[in-house]
Structures are given as C-alpha cells and as structure tokens.
Nanobody, 116 residues
Framework: VQLVESGGGLAQPGGSLRLSCAAS????????MSWARQAPGKGLESVSA????????YYADSVKGRFTISRDNAQNTLYLQMDSLAPEDTALYFC??????????RGQGTQVTVSS
C-alpha cells in the first residue's frame, strides 16, 4: 500500500489549494478514504472522509463549507479542494485508507501553510 500526497504549499488567507493523494498497491475503489491534519503542538484532526463509492462524505465543523473532498476511482486518486483558507488551517495534511481516524495506512503528508 502506498499513499502519496501532493499539492501543499504556501497560500495567503482567503486563498485556495488542491491536495491530491495517489494511491497504489490496493483496490482503491473498495475503501473509504480520509484526509487528516496535524498542526504543530496539536493532536490529529480528522478533516474529511469519503465513502468508497463517493456516496457519503464527512467534514469537520472547522472546514465545512470551505473544503471539498472527492475521489476518482478510475485514477486511484483522492482530492481535497481547500478554499477560503485561514491561518488555522496550517498543518501537515495526510491521506489515509479508512474512515476518519480509523485508518490502517497513511501517507507521509504534505505541508500546508497559510500566511500573508
């Protein structure tokens, strides 16, 4: 199982970023997938999750209305569109196989920094 995130970087407050997670080594379409984040000095936070077929999604209250999770099962890729970014969104973001924090594999993560 391999999960490789990309798309992080520096964004200004109010800006947008799109994270991608390329999955390999398993049948992607069989599994729920999630995004989580960890800010310096803070614990893990479940950000968003999507069911294996995309029919059900979850968003943390802190990102609801600003972030959109999606997946392309044909391309084995998970996405997180992040709009209206705020400094408190600064964190290491990683994708994981599983629902919210009930995961068995995770990627190395991609850093998102929101600052003017």
């Amino acid at each position: 199982v391999q999960l490789v995130e990309s798309g992080g970087g520096l964004a200004q407050p109010g800006g947008s970023l799109r994270l991608s997670c390329a999955a390999s080594g398993f049948t992607f379409s069989w599994y729920d997938m999630s995004w989580a984040r960890q800010a310096p000095g803070k614990g893990l936070e479940s950000v968003s999750a999507v069911a294996s077929d995309g029919s059900i999604t979850y968003y943390a209250d802190s990102v609801k209305g600003r972030f959109t999770i999606s997946r392309d099962n044909a391309q084995n890729t998970l996405y997180l569109q992040m709009d209206s970014l705020a400094p408190e969104d600064t964190a290491l973001y990683f994708c994981a196989r599983g629902w919210r924090l009930r995961y068995d594999y995770r990627g190395q993560g991609t850093q998102v920094t929101v600052s003017s």
